[in-house]
């Protein structure tokens, strides 16, 4: 509770300050800017998932990073929508911390440290044959 208080406490003081430099209007086109980038962010969610998925099956992040990365974009999202000068500024930063780290990752998987490419491996396969092999170890008594 005393966290919730203290957070509101800062939320008015940061919102009332930003809100008398740039005015009502510009207030109001802010909060419902910030609303639809924000609903936008958790709309697209499902694409960035899959994204993180493909990474972690082919070991380009480890589970750490997947649920960091799955973590801050939602989250950050979601403080986007909520009203506040001060939510939308920590769900600013948390959706630029996201997109680093994906931006790192995807250039990683570009440039052959990361093989995301499902034709290459369906191709290196195609040559094996597979074959059932069945041993005849009965003892004759």
Do not use: W
């Not at 290196?124 to 074959?131: A, L």
């Amino acid at each position: 509770m005393l966290y919730f208080i203290t957070y509101i406490f800062f939320e008015v003081l940061v919102s009332t300050n930003i809100a008398s430099l740039i005015g009502s209007l510009a207030t109001f086109l802010e909060i419902i800017v910030s609303a639809f980038f924000g609903i936008s962010i958790l709309v697209n969610f499902r694409k960035t998932l899959a994204e993180n998925m493909t990474a972690v099956s082919y070991s380009c992040i480890d589970l750490e990073q997947f649920q960091r990365l799955n973590l801050f974009t939602i989250l950050g999202g979601i403080l986007l929508v909520i009203p506040g000068f001060l939510t939308d500024i920590f769900g600013v930063l948390l959706q630029f911390s996201a997109f680093t780290t994906m931006a790192v990752n995807r250039y990683n998987m570009k440039f052959g440290k990361c093989d995301t490419n499902f034709k290459s491996h369906n191709k290196k396969d195609s040559d094996v044959i597979d074959v059932e092999v069945i041993s005849d170890n009965t003892i004759n008594k």
